[in-house]
């Protein structure tokens, strides 16, 4: 059984009709206006244009601005000290982000400094020593007196 199957009952759900309120009136046609007038042009070569003249349909006018309802100073002063607050808080965000990634890549090149100034310390303890070709020099001759006068 999955999680969908329920023991038991079905419940069945049937549509209901949309009712329109008020009820909509009942389409009846209409016969369209007279045709528009056809006008003639003649060409200056003596061509004859006929069609229909184009009136063009005026613009609306614009609301007069009584009809607008005033928006007081206070409320338009709330308005922009909500977005300049927005934009603030916005850039504190990014200009703590910036400061985090930078201080992330100041630490990563102490590292990187520290790698290498400790690779050029290595070198100059663990490598080849200009003196005499490396290794550990030893006087031979003190080294055998000394033998020779203490087992002597």
Known sequence: MTHLERPGTVEVHHPEPITVYPPAAPLEPAQPGPPPAVQSIVLPDGRVITGYALTPTPAPLPAPA???????????????????????????????????????????????????????????????SHSGGGGTTVNIRKAVIKRSHFHG
């Open 66 to 128: 009584e009809s607008r309802p005033a928006v007081s100073r206070a409320a338009v002063n709330i308005a922009l000290g909500g977005i300049g607050f927005g934009a603030v808080c916005g850039g504190l965000v990014l200009l703590t982000s910036f400061i985090a990634a930078l201080a992330a890549f100041i630490h990563q090149l102490i590292i990187l400094a520290a790698v290498i100034f400790g690779g050029w310390i290595a070198v100059q303890v663990f490598g080849p």
